[in-house]
């Protein structure tokens, strides 16, 4: 959370091309969205032009095959995910099974939790969702009082990619409906944060009452070329 400062400029209106210039093969990438609602289209189309591999992506779920952030994972281009779950997409399960790439689940509650804990700095969270389950798997246990929980680690990112309905230029995002889901959580764990946004305004021209994600978590904002896949329910 280091880059987020009060010191930056006022302008982050940055292009597709000096977004991708952050994302490299290896980074660790915290994206939001619900199977593809809310996922960010040009940076997902971008990330796969550029060819980045060995991603670790972070997220609610693996998307559909040929939506959202599913796009990048049938690629094979993530080596692990860390998701609620992937069952909409079957490819990234072949991968799972096949040993081609890493899958750590939680559950999506304590998911949405680890993310904001990484977002406002605490190092993770207690919850008694999981235990004497698969999602234990070795987790430090923790006892308060006469109760026992689950020691979940918070989640952070070297990259954190968002979708909003609309921008000021100094990055105060407003989200528009069911799409906001996961991505203030997300805009917050990010070391660098890039928000894909369909309108860019000037600073003052957004109603603060309806401002989400405050610009002081936004290190760049590049312009939508808008969803360009078909939805399931099509």
């Known amino acids: 959370m280091s880059e987020h400062s009060g010191k930056k400029s006022l302008n982050k209106v940055g292009n597709l ?28 189309n971008g990330m796969i032009h550029k060819g980045v591999k060995e ?6 779920d693996a998307g559909f095959p040929t939506i959202g952030i599913g796009k990048l ?6 080596k692990k995910l860390i998701v609620s779950h992937i069952g909409s997409n079957p490819i990234a399960g072949k991968l799972m099974i096949d040993g081609k790439m890493e899958v750590e689940f939680s559950p999506q509650g304590t998911l949405a939790e680890r993310i904001r804990a990484g977002g406002v700095g605490l190092g993770g969270i207690l919850t008694d969702v999981g235990i004497n389950s698969m999602i234990e798997g070795g987790k430090q246990r923790v006892t308060m009082g006469d109760k026992e929980y689950l020691l979940e680690t918070a989640l952070t990112a070297d990259i954190a990619i968002v979708y909003a309905k609309k921008a000021d230029t100094f990055g105060n995002l407003i989200y528009e409906t069911s799409a906001r889901n996961t991505n203030p959580l997300v805009a917050m764990a990010g070391a660098y944060t890039i928000a894909e946004v369909e309108e860019i305004v000037e600073i ?3 109603d603060p009452e309806q401002i989400v994600t405050p610009g002081i978590f936004v290190d760049m904002v590049i312009q939508s070329k808008g969803v360009d896949w078909k939805w399931v329910w099509e």
Do not use: K
Request: no cysteine; glycine share 18%; net charge negative.
């Open 17 to 44: 091309d000096s977004a991708l210039a952050h994302i490299h093969d290896g980074s660790t990438i915290l994206f939001g969205g619900f199977g593809g609602i809310g996922n960010p289209p040009t940076l997902i």
């Open 55 to 60: 991603l670790t992506l972070i997220g609610n």
């Open 204 to 206: 003052g021209q957004l």
């Open 73 to 78: 994972v049938s690629l094979a281009r993530a």
